[in-house]
Structures are given as C-alpha cells and as structure tokens.
C-alpha cells in the first residue's frame, strides 16, 4: 500500500532492503536525511550492517571501496561540493572496477554558495567511469536504488543514483515500498570475482606504463558502454516483479506523433508533464527522459528523436565557456540520423530557481527557428551586474 514518505526517508528504506553490509556516512545538505535514515534503521534493528561514521565524504568514498573490495555490499552518499571532494576516489573505485552504490543528491556548486538544486555537481564527475542513473519523482528513485546494486554487482561498475535535492530528498509522495522478499529474489548475494583475500593475495591499481595505458581505459570505456544491456534487462525484471518501469535507458512520454520534443534530465519532467494540461495548446509535444546519462544511450535516443523537426535539450548545469554539457552530447549522437532534428540547447533553473509551467511555452517557441548558441533561457536582466560592477 502507498505511504507518504520524505524522498530521503524513501531511499533510505529502499537501500536497507538491499542489505547493504557497510554504510560509510558523512553529512551534506541535501543528503543527510538519507544516511540519517538508514543510520535510524541501524539503531532500530531493522538493518544489519557496519555503519561508519567518517570525518568527511573523501573518507566515505575511501570506506565504501574498501569494503566493497574486500567482499561486502557497500553503499554511501553524497551532493555538491562532497562529490567535489569525494572525485579522486570516484575515479579510483571505477578505474578499479568495484562494484558500488552511491547517492548524488544533486546540489549546485560554489561559488557563489547554494544549498539549492542544479545537476552541476553529478555533470562534475561525469568522466569518472561511473553509470549515472538520473531520477524524476521519489518512487523512480526508490526502485532505481534497488536495480543499481544489481547493475553494479553484475557489470562490476560503480552506480550514481541521482535525484534533485530538496525537489525529491525533501518532499514527500505516496511511495510502493517492496517487500524484503521481493527485494531479495531480485537481488543476489553480493559477489565480487577479485575480492582482496589475505589467502590468495593480488594487487588492485597498479601502475600501468603508456606501453598499456590506452588499452586499460579502452576496457573501462567498453565496460561502462555495456552496462547498457543490464540497465534495460533490470528495468524489465523490476516491472515484471512489480509493475513500474522506467524505460531503461530513456523514457518517452507525451505525443509520441509529436514534431516537437525536448529531452531533460530528473524532476523537471513532471514540470513539464503537468505544464501540458496548463497550456493545452503545447500538448503535442514528445518528452524524453532521459534516464542514464553514463552510459549514454544513443541508439535508444536515436529512436526516441523519429520523425522530430525540432528537439529542445533542457539542462540543469552549465560549462563555463562552453556550449553547454548535454546538448553537444545530444547533436553528435543525431548526426547518425538521415533527416536529424534541429536541436537547441538551453539551460534553465540553475542554483534552484524556479522553473514554472510557464517554461514550456517559451520552449516551444524555439521550435521551427535555427538552432543558436546555448544559452541560459531564465535569465533576468535586471539582475545582471552594470558593466563595470564588481562585488
């Protein structure tokens, strides 16, 4: 039966009925409920594990790929300027191929400081080796938790579970949490083939000369390309067993007949989704979501953008200098089209503003017009500093 829960609470729950055997924890806004929650089911009886507490989220990550290692389901979390600190070991768990689960509540970067959401800090790690796995409401975020023990431990490469701070980690929703025996017969026993054991010693991480360098990233990069197979076939397991799925890789919704389509990442879809009913005159209109940013699906994208005109790429980061982080990613996968759309790439709610219904009009408005430079659609110009101001 639903219940109302706190999207932190949730995710806690849903990590718990994975059995993780180690929790390292260190707290960030937005994500400490989360490692408070599981910390709560600790001190319940309801979860065994060792649960660490660390002095910072660089000795979390360290904790979490020590033990995972070492042959023990490991789970940790993080957002914003932890994932920062946390990035060297992220590269490292990944390069090693350890099989873990970590939470990104996404959080924008300082400076200037904000505790508020944008997708700046996941963006930040993107080249890390890891899958990343963005979600759009609290239930999604819950049942992504659950298939990204299986993805990790079956591909043996590290999932990032993404989900907006405070838009899902603070707000509450009717959720399906499953059944630990459900939980159970979906996932195994952890394993791990190179598990570090005193009795048959090996080295993880060495040094690799030039001599080997390309082919060692090469068998990280084709490893992390096919992840892709388990992502849908859990996604399809998941909703055999329980009856939501997520698309796997990406998800279409709205006019499927649609010209029009925009593609987003996390919450911002329901935005969208409730703005069709606002503005019926933008009803037709295909949504994408698009689910995993790493690996990045280009054959699922490439069927999910047919017979478009035009495709609005809407991000919640930005690259400095740069004309933007998915859009790029999105016009060199259309290349391969015969007739591919125009796409226009713009970002919006940068830091936690607002997006309100009415951005989906002033999206379509791109529609049917050359594509131009990225650019941040919400801007303000009041608020822009006077030529010359500093502060």
Known sequence: MPRALEGSQAVARAVGLCRPQVVSAYPITPQTHIVEGISRLVADGALHCEYISVESEFSAASVALGAAAAGSRAYTASAS??????????????????????????????????????????????????????????????????????????????????????????????????????????????????????????????????????????????????????????????????????????????????????????????TLEDARDEYPECSAVRLIKLRSFRPFPVDALLRACEGLEDLIVLERALSPGGPGILWPEVRASLCEMERPPRVHGVAAGLGGRDIPLSILPRLLSLSGNPPGRFRIIDLEPERLPREGAHD
């Open 81 to 270: 300027q932890g994932i920062l600190l946390m990035s060297e070991v992220l590269y490292n768990i990944a390069g090693l191929r350890v099989p873990l689960v970590m939470t990104c509540a996404n959080r924008a970067l300082s400076a200037p400081v904000s505790i508020w959401n944008d997708q700046q800090d996941a963006m930040a790690v993107r080249d890390a080796g890891w899958v990343q796995l963005f979600c759009a409401d609290i239930q999604e975020a819950v049942d992504t938790h659950i298939q990204a023990f299986r993805i990790a431990e079956r591909t043996e490469v590290p999932v990032m579970v993404c989900m907006d701070g405070f838009t899902l980690t603070h707000t509450l929703e009717p959720v399906e949490l499953p059944e630990q025996q459900q939980v159970d017969d979906f996932l195994p026993p952890f394993h791990f083939s190179r598990t570090l054991d005193p009795s048959r010693p090996l080295s993880m991480g060495t040094l690799v000369s030039p001599d080997y360098f390309s082919e060692v990233r090469h068998t990280q990069h084709e490893a992390v390309l096919a992840t892709a197979t388990e992502i849908e076939s859990a996604d399809r397991d998941w909703e055999a067993a329980t009856g939501r799925g997520y698309g796997g890789l990406l998800q279409v919704r709205g006019d499927p007949g649609a010209v029009t389509g925009i593609l987003a990442l996390g919450g911002v879809l329901g």
